[in-house]
């Protein structure tokens, strides 16, 4: 972290990244638009919800808590974690905890702690060519996300609305090998999430994480089959977004402001109000 004067205002950084360090404090200079010395925190995040959400709390409370945010949108899932461990972040906010688990096994040397819930993405199983689940003929593609703990959210999805069973006891990261029944000959074919939308033209239907769903205003151009099934504490336990610092900063002052920021009642209205039904806030349903 580092000490600057900003004026108040979303700073969105799309730009390539620049080492910043461990946290530190830095004078900054005045301007005659904000006089007071707020601490800047750079925060590598997914485009949409987190960018639109770490872009309300600058626009609209970050400076009375002293905060200046740096929001640096990153597209790819595999990115803002290895950029937080290199240091050229001071946090991240992309990610839910079963994610977090499986990069820190891949990557046991760089330790990252997630610090709070912030917001909860649910998958959906859209498609252009068919209304209803029932609607899927026999021998159905579906595309689903790739990494291990969306591909298991994905098939846990289509079980529920009975088109394949999972093996119970492939736990939680269940892939396509799990499969136990599937009476209607469904085909899944793991992809890239970023790539899950632009599938719709090729496949029956897909499974898309729920920023995804966003960016490609599914909600609007796609019929909704299905949503994951969200109604339980675990749920929300496993698949809660939010925010990711480096170990030796998780008790820092700045991150634990901006961690009470983003559990408040604005930021919950916030998005409440812009993503009915394919985001909560944690705590609430939609």
């Known amino acids: 972290m580092r000490k600057t004067t900003a004026a108040i205002g979303a700073l ?24 007071e010395d707020l601490t800047t925190l750079r925060i590598g995040v997914n485009p949409v919800p987190h960018g639109e959400i770490l872009g309300f709390v600058q626009d609209n409370l970050a400076a009375d808590a002293g905060l200046h945010l740096e929001i640096v949108e990153i597209a790819d899932y595999n990115q803002p974690n290895p950029q937080l461990a290199q240091g050229e972040l001071d946090a991240n906010y992309f990610q839910h905890r079963t994610f977090l688990a499986e990069w820190q096994k891949a990557n046991p040397d760089d330790e990252l702690v997630y610090v709070s819930d912030v917001h909860v993405e649910r998958l959906g199983l859209y498609s252009d ?15 689903v996300p790739n990494d291990a703990a969306n591909l298991d959210r994905a098939l846990q999805t289509l079980q529920a609305e009975g088109l394949i069973t999972v093996d119970p006891e492939a736990g939680a990261l269940a892939t396509e090998a799990d499969i136990t029944d599937n009476p209607r000959g469904i ?21 898309v994480n729920g920023n995804y769903a966003i960016e490609a205003d599914l909600t609007e ?11 339980s504490a675990e749920y929300v336990e496993n698949y809660a977004n939010g925010l990711v610092v480096r170990a030796e900063d998780a008790e820092d002052p700045a991150i634990r402001t901006l961690s009470e920021l983003l559990a408040g009642d604005e930021v919950r209205e916030y998005v409440e109000q812009t993503w009915q039904g394919v985001v909560f806030a944690v705590g609430d349903r939609a």
């Open 12 to 35: 969105t950084l799309a730009a390539a990244l620049s080492a910043c360090g461990a946290p530190s404090e830095n004078a900054g200079s005045g301007t005659e638009a904000a006089q």
């Open 129 to 143: 060519k068919h209304e209803s689940v029932a609607d899927l003929p026999d021998g159905a593609e579906i595309a």
């Open 187 to 207: 085909t899944v074919i793991p992809l890239e999430a970023a790539q899950l939308p632009r599938s719709l033209a090729d496949v029956d239907a897909a499974v």
């Open 221 to 231: 151009t796609a019929n909704e089959l299905a949503w994951e099934p969200s109604d």
